[in-house]
């Protein structure tokens, strides 16, 4: 199993341009998350979807919008990049059901905007 | 110890020591914590659980105590090895009623092992 793949790995953008960060998952999960993570500080829940079908608002989530595609995979989009939104972004998926609430974290796409 | 917002801590340890990485928490209410660690470039990786009904729990070389009256979490690496260099996040659910599981994640502690 791949576990949770992204696409891509590295992204420079300028200002006012737009793009879609892909997040994909094998392990047949319900939940789908997108975090940011910024220097010094820990994840930022951006938007999250509680199974196909479904998203919701995290802590952070202006200027991103999401879409669940299907259950496997989870995208963000920004639609007009701004230099704050340069961080690292990352994909996870849980279980809904497991007794555990572990998150399983994609390798992150590092964004730079200018 | 990290909490919420802080400049990131630092810890650095000799190799073969025992590292305690510190963690508090906000939510009394909380009823559940992981640890995880990141190591640089990569995503967060699950190192271990503990539930609010428990003070400890061990893992292989690693150990998490609970403290539920002063709101603190704590996480011990025993015979610290070079590639436990990482930074080393708590995290606690916060789940709201009726949707979907949701964590909180500290600033993280940057554990440097010097040899």
């Known amino acids: 199993n791949a576990g949770v793949t992204q696409t891509p790995k590295f992204q420079v953008l300028k200002t006012g341009q737009s793009m879609t960060l892909q997040c994909a998952q094998d392990m047949n999960h319900n939940s789908m998350y997108w975090y940011r993570q910024d220097p010094g500080m820990g994840l930022r829940l951006i938007y999250y979807?509680?199974?196909?079908?479904?998203?919701d608002k995290g802590e952070v989530p202006n200027g991103y919008n999401v879409s669940r595609l299907n259950k496997r995979e989870f995208s963000l989009r920004l639609e007009s990049a701004a230099p704050s939104q340069t961080s690292v972004y990352f994909c996870a998926s849980s279980e809904r059901d497991s007794s555990s609430y572990e998150q399983y974290f994609g390798p992150g796409t590092r964004l730079t905007v200018t | 110890g990290e909490s919420v917002g802080l400049h990131l801590p630092t810890l650095s340890v000799q190799e073969g020591d025992n590292s305690i990485i510190n963690c508090a928490y906000s939510n009394s209410a909380s009823d559940y914590f992981i640890w995880y660690k990141q190591e640089s470039g990569k995503g967060p990786q699950f190192i271990i659980d503990?539930?609010?009904?428990?003070d400890k729990r061990q893992g292989q070389r690693v150990t998490v105590l609970l403290n539920k009256t002063v709101k603190h979490l704590s996480l011990q690496i025993a015979a610290t090895q070079p590639g436990d260099s990482a930074v080393y996040f708590c995290?606690?659910?916060?789940?709201?009623?009726?949707?979907?599981?949701?964590?909180?994640f500290g600033s993280g502690t940057q554990l440097t092992v010097l040899p």
């Open positions: 979807s509680a199974s196909e079908g479904t998203t």
């Open positions: 503990i539930r609010s009904n428990m």
């Open positions: 995290a606690e659910n916060i789940t709201p009623p009726g949707s979907a599981r949701q964590l909180t």
